[in-house]
């Protein structure tokens, strides 16, 4: 009897979800229209403002690091310390688990298969409890789920206990594209939009080559950071729920309209690192990538110059024309000769 009030309230409760899902969609869609009409007149005054070549000389992507390798299996290579130490456990101590779990209970399913087949086992046991074994099927998995969760709660609160940090970026989600706000270095503000294919586009306008990197990933501006620095970023959204996730990075975090979350991370290795807009937001949400572009201070520096930036505590008017010229020419003190190779080198492919 009790077996049946059960099942009709479940069935009951099935029933009523949906209707009460419906009764709550038209808010939400109502709601909508209001936000994607402002976005397209912005996007186009964007697409068009966008275009001017890059201020300092961008480092072109490696093959291998910061990018997504055709055909690769597993994480990317991670550049930050966080993102090692995940990474391992995961490549380690977490898919050993997996694999031996599985395999112990293919091994166990098969056995019962073949030596408990009708054929093999013609009169079955009636046993129905037996409390030395189900006293060690219940403690195992506990033990097995304290083994992960422990180094799992540790790292997540190394990733939220957050370090001062040496450069504060505000990161925004946009329909369809990112804008970064450096609110200590001079209040700049960067946009990045997709680099097009050069069939796309019209002539003369800019387009993809292999130095910006791979199709998809390449934007016209990318989001600056200096190397060896904590670099906290503050995500939001002025439309819809997009995601910042840069996995080289293990870096991943929503962006909501009207909230503010948090990441941060410590690169060490100057580089070019891609990621992409990780929460369905729209048409062009497979457009909209994240290129992050690690470098030296002193090439951040310059960087900040050349958008009318300042280093951090710094005066706004005093620095900001002069290092900007010979950030232009390539002579500043920026170590740049190594993506000038590279660059050659990727333009032969
Ligand atoms: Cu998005």
Redesign the pocket.
């Known amino acids: 009897m009790m077996k049946l009030l059960g099942w009709a309230i479940a069935l009951a409760a099935m029933g009523l979800t949906p209707a009460a899902a419906s009764a709550q969609a038209p808010a939400a869609t109502s709601a909508a229209p209001t936000a994607t009409t402002a976005a397209p007149v912005e996007a186009t005054a964007n697409a068009a403002a966008a275009t001017p070549a890059p201020s300092i000389d961008y480092a072109a992507p490696t093959a291998e690091v910061g990018v997504p390798v055709p055909g690769r299996k597993g994480i990317q290579t991670q550049v930050t310390e966080l993102g090692e130490r995940a990474a391992d456990f995961h490549n380690g101590p977490l898919l050993w688990m997996c694999a031996l779990i599985s395999l112990f209970v293919l091994v166990l399913l098969a056995w019962t298969m073949f030596r408990y087949r009708r054929g093999a086992n013609p009169t079955p046991s009636r046993t129905s409890h037996n409390t030395l074994i189900e006293v060690i099927w219940t403690l195992v998995p506990v033990m097995i789920l304290v083994a992960i969760a422990v180094p799992s709660i540790q790292l997540l609160r190394a990733q939220y206990n957050f370090p001062a940090a040496d450069v504060t970026i505000k990161v925004i989600?946009n329909q369809?594209y990112w804008t970064y706000q450096y609110p200590d270095n001079g209040g700049i503000e960067i946009v990045s939009n997709m680099l097009k294919e050069q069939k796309d586009v019209k002539a003369g306008e800019r387009f993809r080559t292999d130095a910006d990197g791979p199709p998809l990933l390449a934007a016209d501006e990318r989001l600056v950071i200096p190397a060896g620095k904590v670099v906290k970023f503050i995500v939001t959204s002025n439309d819809v729920i997009?995601a910042f996730a840069v996995p080289a990075f293990w870096a991943k975090i929503d962006a909501n309209p009207g909230r503010l979350n948090e990441i941060w991370v410590k690169v060490d290795r100057p580089g070019v690192y891609f990621g992409q807009?990780s929460?369905l937001?729209g048409a062009r949400?497979g457009f909209?990538p994240i290129a992050v572009e690690v470098v030296p201070e002193s090439t951040f520096n310059a960087w900040l110059a050349s958008k009318g930036g300042t280093p951090k505590g710094a005066t706004p008017s005093t620095e900001a024309p002069a290092p900007a010229a010979a950030v232009g020419t390539g002579q500043g003190p920026a170590p740049v000769e190594q993506p000038t190779v590279n660059q050659a080198a990727t333009a032969q492919n």
Do not use: D
Request: aromatic content about 12%.
């Open positions: 989600g369809w997009h807009c929460e937001c949400h909209m």
